[in-house]
């Protein structure tokens, strides 16, 4: 963080590196991100959704990929989690779609943490901990956690075990940046700031996201 200018009240980090979020719900009708046009608005990566729970695959994952891998931005892609079913074939069923998220402009992979399951915090510390580790060794490469702050704070039991993880924090505050930061993290690395963003290329508002720089330079961590 020491490198960027943080603007406030404007919600974002000046000088930083931003990207949009999407999933099935950019798509209506079944119209195409122009993902040229993401690119050409100044956004260098972007988070796409690809699993959900055991048997959903976004339809849009594949042409999504294709278009970011052309347009030449940096593609993260997620598993929203559902804890009520079991964590390691829901991080086998990922790691399958995305092909080991291992390719040239890959980010880490991502969990998508924000309902329990039904579980109390301990087992669903367990049940992240299975879903991460399981990930971890398909791809030899380490998740990245998205989640918002009052659900660590009160489904996780604000566990400080997982700081060993980079953070995608979700907190709309329209502040200069996130925080105070929960689970023991002392950084983030993306950090989700606003649902309601316009971005070229994309119908309709968007979730947008500033890169931190904790982890290197983009390029460098995405293997670009």
């Known amino acids: 963080m020491t490198a960027l200018a943080l603007v406030a009240g404007s919600g974002a980090v000046a000088n930083a590196e931003t990207g949009p979020d999407v999933s099935s719900h950019q798509h209506d009708g079944g119209q195409l991100i122009n993902w040229f046009a993401v690119k050409a608005s100044g956004q260098n990566f972007a988070m796409v959704k690809a699993t959900e729970g055991?048997?959903?695959?976004?339809?849009?994952?594949v042409p999504d990929s294709i278009g970011m891998r052309l347009a030449g931005v940096a593609r993260g892609s997620?598993?929203?989690a559902d804890p009520s079913l079991p964590a390691a074939p829901q991080?086998?069923?990922?790691?399958?779609i995305t092909l080991g998220i291992n390719g040239y402009g890959d980010l880490p992979p991502v969990l998508d943490l924000e309902q329990s399951g039904g579980l109390?915090?301990?087992?669903?510390?367990?049940?992240?901990?299975?879903?991460?580790d399981t990930v971890?060794?398909?791809?030899?490469?380490?998740?990245?956690?998205?989640?918002?702050?009052?659900?660590?704070?009160?489904r996780m039991a604000d566990t400080t075990q997982f700081t060993r993880y980079p953070l995608w924090i979700a907190d709309?505050?329209?502040?200069?940046?996130?925080?105070?930061?929960?689970?023991?993290?002392s950084r983030w690395t993306f950090w989700q700031y606003t649902d309601n963003a316009r971005i070229p290329g994309i119908t309709g508002p968007v979730d947008k996201n500033s890169y931190s720089g904790a982890q290197g330079p983009l390029r460098a961590y995405s293997r670009s």
């Open 54 to 61: 055991l048997s959903y695959v976004n339809p849009y994952f």
């Open 78 to 80: 997620y598993h929203y």
């Open 91 to 96: 991080a086998a069923l990922f790691a399958t």
């Open 120 to 132: 109390s915090p301990a087992a669903l510390i367990g049940w992240t901990h299975q879903y991460l």
């Open 136 to 154: 971890r060794a398909l791809t030899g490469r380490t998740p990245i956690i998205y989640t918002y702050p009052n659900f660590w704070r009160t």
């Open 172 to 185: 709309y505050n329209g502040k200069a940046q996130p925080g105070p930061l929960p689970g023991g993290w």
